[in-house]
C-alpha cells in the first residue's frame, strides 16, 4: 500500500527536544517490541530516544526506560512530521506483516534500524534505506544503533526509495496490473 501521511503538511516543533534524537513510532503492545527499543537506549545514554504512541505497555516500559528516553504518547499530524524530520532515524522492532514507519521515515529522508522479519525485508534496503538487527532485544537494538553512527545514507537513495510508496506509484502498478488481468480474459 502507498504512505498516506502526508509528509509536506505543517510541523509542530516538541517543545525542550533538540533534533538528533532516535524515533519509535509504535502502539505499545508486546508484539511491537518497543521494551527492547528502550532498554537499548541504556547502551547509549548520549543519544535521545523519543517515543511516541499509546497502549497496554506504557507504564511496564516507563519502569525500563533509562533517562534518555522521552514518552510522548499521542503526537499530532503536525509533531509527527517535525518528529520524522529532526530525527537522525526510525526503529521499528515488531514483528511486522508490512510495517509503515520505516516508509514514514523515508518520506523525511530518514533511514530506519529494524527487525529483520516480515514486512521490513521488503521495504528496507541493507546499508541504503536502512539497517537490520536480527533479534527483537537490547543488545541487538544497541548494536544497531552504535552501526548507524559509522554509516551516512545518500538522500537520493533515501528518496527514490520513498517514491515506490508514493500513491501516484501505486496507482500506476494498480493499473498494470489491471490492465494484465484484462488482456488475459
Same mark, same amino acid.
Given at each position: ?22 524515533? =519509535? ?41 533509562? &533517562? ?14 517535525? +518528529?520524522?524530520?529532526? =530525527? ?24 530506519? +534500524? ?31 544503533? &552504535?552501526?548507524?553512527?559509522? =554509516? ?19 496507482? &500506476?502498478? +494498480? ?9 488475459? &480474459?
Amino acid at each position: 500500500p502507498p504512505l498516506l501521511f502526508d509528509p509536506t503538511g505543517g510541523q509542530q516543533p516538541i517543545r525542550d527536544l533538540d533534533q538528533g534524537f532516535l524515533l =519509535c513510532v509504535s502502539r505499545l503492545l508486546p508484539y511491537k517490541n518497543v521494551g527492547a527499543v528502550v532498554q537499548a537506549a541504556a547502551f547509549h545514554p548520549d543519544r535521545q530516544l523519543v517515543v511516541v504512541g499509546e497502549g497496554p505497555m506504557l507504564s511496564t516500559y516507563r519502569a525500563q526506560a533509562p &533517562s534518555n528516553v522521552i514518552f510522548l504518547g499521542r503526537v499530532s499530524d503536525a509533531q509527527l512530521r517535525w +518528529l520524522y524530520a529532526c =530525527c537522525d532515524a526510525n526503529i521499528s522492532a515488531g514483528f511486522e506483516d508490512y510495517g509503515l514507519t520505516p516508509i514514514e521515515a523515508l518520506a523525511f529522508g530518514k533511514p530506519s +534500524l529494524v527487525l529483520r522479519f516480515g514486512g521490513f525485508l521488503d521495504t528496507v534496503v541493507e546499508g541504503e534505506t536502512g539497517l537490520f538487527f536480527d533479534r527483537p532485544d537490547p543488545v541487538s537494538v544497541a548494536r544497531a544503533i &552504535s552501526t548507524l553512527a559509522e =554509516c551516512s545514507f545518500a538522500d537520493e537513495r533515501l528518496a527514490d526509495h520513498a517514491q515506490r510508496y508514493s500513491i501516484a506509484e501505486f496507482k &500506476s502498478k +494498480l493499473r498494470r496490473v489491471v490492465a494484465d488481468v484484462a488482456a488475459g &480474459s
